[in-house]
């Protein structure tokens, strides 16, 4: 199944003084780049990208993508780009992006295509914890193609009136996954800090060394629950049959997938008696996907754990990603011994003191 992406940078940007606001800088670099970067990253890539623009082509073109105006005149909103967008691709599905999106969770396309796959909804919508829909942020099936042009010509021209029309289903992310980029005051904020992130501890404030360099479990006991969610993932290499006898369900000892998956679920709930100094944490959700990469003829693991806790949750996914590597190695290593693990790293950790953290970019703590 094809399935595209389009960046909405078409509207006038009103409340950014006019200004282009695909085109408005974060710390040096346009919204755009980084809406863009975030696409690329997505743990399930799409095939094409496109970009919705009215003005300023040109600097659009130069990230190398198709850049579309709107069909429809006077710029009648992200209805009007997501049509465009809809005949110039061939994708059976199209995720849908606001230019001003500058992180984006690496699992958007799969949660939101994981929830149409069960729905027989046209559409799949993101909205945050606190209840917030996010209408630009959404999955659609070229079926809603229809009502949109119907919506369009009646000048019907709401994000969220469309989509509450086709029941779109809602999809739920942390809360601060969206940060709300509408008017400069709002990127201002935002680029303020940015650039005040503190810095990393080093030798001699570690969290897990005392003042005497004894090893020691943190003290969180006077700290608040709240909601933390990791997401971690890794590769293992293999030959091509290897991973051929891993699709097929050929493998002599079953579904391997399937075994791995529970294993990561099982880490993930025992990291605390395999890491010495990690705290128990009272796990809400551990999810496990894999997703095979037939070119390099790896499989992919990605685990998102979340708590209401006190500390942590990084280690439970990485714990979970490692072992789901390691069974899937335990599992194979029969025909192919000289399989190997990489790339195994966090991806994105949201709550906590630290916030919204990305892989994309290490210097962000937001």
Same mark, same amino acid.
């Given at each position: 199944?094809?399935?595209?992406?389009?960046?909405?940078?078409?509207?006038?940007?009103?409340?950014?003084?006019?200004?282009?606001?695909?085109?408005?800088?974060?710390?040096?670099?346009?919204?755009?780049?980084?809406?863009?970067?975030?696409?690329?990253?997505?743990?399930?890539?799409?095939?094409?990208?496109?970009?919705?623009?009215?003005?300023?082509?040109?600097?659009?073109?130069?990230?190398?993508?198709?850049?579309?105006?709107?069909?429809?005149?006077?710029?009648?909103?992200?209805?009007?780009?997501?049509?465009?967008?809809?005949?110039?691709?061939?994708?059976?599905?199209? @995720?849908? #992006?606001?230019? %001003?999106?500058?992180?984006?969770?690496? &699992?958007? !396309?799969?949660?939101? +295509?994981? /929830?149409?796959?069960?729905?027989?909804?046209?559409?799949?919508?993101?909205?945050?914890?606190?209840?917030?829909?996010?209408?630009?942020?959404?999955?659609?099936?070229?079926?809603?193609?229809?009502?949109?042009?119907?919506?369009?010509?009646?000048?019907?021209?709401?994000?969220?009136?469309?989509?509450?029309?086709?029941?779109?289903?809602?999809?739920?992310?942390?809360?601060?996954?969206?940060?709300?980029?509408?008017?400069?005051?709002?990127?201002?904020?935002?680029?303020?800090?940015?650039?005040?992130?503190?810095?990393?501890?080093?030798?001699?404030?570690?969290?897990?060394?005392?003042?005497?360099?004894?090893?020691?479990?943190?003290?969180?006991?006077?700290?608040?629950?709240?909601?933390?969610?990791?997401?971690?993932?890794?590769?293992?290499?293999?030959?091509?049959?290897? @991973?051929? #006898?891993?699709? %097929?369900?050929?493998?002599?000892?079953? &579904?391997? !997938?399937?075994?791995? +998956?529970? /294993?990561?679920?099982?880490?993930?709930?025992?990291?605390?008696?395999?890491?010495?100094?990690?705290?128990?944490?009272?796990?809400?959700?551990?999810?496990?996907?894999?997703?095979?990469?037939?070119?390099?003829?790896?499989?992919?693991?990605?685990?998102?754990?979340?708590?209401?806790?006190?500390?942590?949750?990084?280690?439970?996914?990485?714990?979970?990603?490692?072992?789901?590597?390691?069974?899937?190695?335990?599992?194979?290593?029969?025909?192919?011994?000289?399989?190997?693990?990489?790339?195994?790293?966090?991806?994105?950790?949201?709550?906590?003191?630290?916030?919204?953290?990305?892989?994309?970019?290490?210097?962000?703590?937001?």
């Amino acid at each position: 199944m094809i399935v595209d992406a389009v960046i909405l940078a078409g509207g006038e940007g009103r409340r950014m003084d006019g200004r282009d606001k695909g085109l408005v800088e974060l710390s040096g670099r346009p919204l755009v780049e980084w809406c863009l970067e975030g696409v690329q990253r997505q743990s399930v890539p799409v095939d094409h990208i496109i970009i919705s623009a009215n003005r300023n082509l040109p600097d659009y073109a130069r990230y190398g993508y198709a850049v579309l105006r709107d069909v429809y005149p006077s710029n009648p909103g992200p209805l009007a780009g997501i049509h465009s967008a809809f005949l110039a691709s061939p994708a059976e599905m199209l @995720l849908v #992006l606001p230019c %001003d999106l500058p992180f984006v969770p690496h &699992d958007l !396309l799969l949660q939101l +295509r994981g /929830a149409l796959a069960n729905s027989s909804a046209d559409a799949a919508v993101a909205k945050t914890a606190d209840g917030r829909i996010h209408p630009t942020i959404c999955l659609l099936r070229r079926s809603a193609m229809p009502s949109l042009l119907e919506h369009l010509s009646s000048n019907r021209l709401k994000m969220l009136d469309w989509l509450a029309s086709i029941n779109a289903v809602q999809v739920t992310f942390a809360d601060g996954s969206f940060p709300n980029l509408n008017t400069s005051d709002d990127l201002a904020g935002l680029a303020a800090r940015l650039s005040g992130v503190e810095a990393i501890p080093v030798a001699g404030g570690l969290t897990h060394f005392n003042s005497a360099g004894e090893a020691h479990m943190v003290d969180v006991g006077q700290k608040a629950d709240t909601h933390r969610i990791a997401t971690a993932q890794g590769e293992i290499r293999m030959l091509s049959d290897t @991973l051929k #006898l891993i699709e %097929d369900g050929n493998n002599k000892k079953g &579904d391997v !997938l399937g075994v791995a +998956r529970i /294993a990561a679920i099982m880490a993930a709930k025992k990291t605390s008696d395999l890491i010495p100094l990690c705290h128990p944490l009272p796990l809400t959700k551990v999810s496990v996907d894999f997703t095979i990469d037939r070119v390099k003829s790896t499989v992919r693991c990605i685990v998102t754990c979340e708590t209401q806790g006190k500390t942590g949750i990084e280690m439970e996914a990485l714990t979970a990603v490692n072992i789901g590597l390691l069974t899937i190695y335990d599992m194979c290593k029969a025909v192919d011994k000289g399989m190997v693990m990489t790339d195994i790293r966090l991806m994105e950790k949201i709550g906590g003191k630290s916030g919204h953290w990305e892989a994309a970019s290490e210097i962000l703590k937001i």
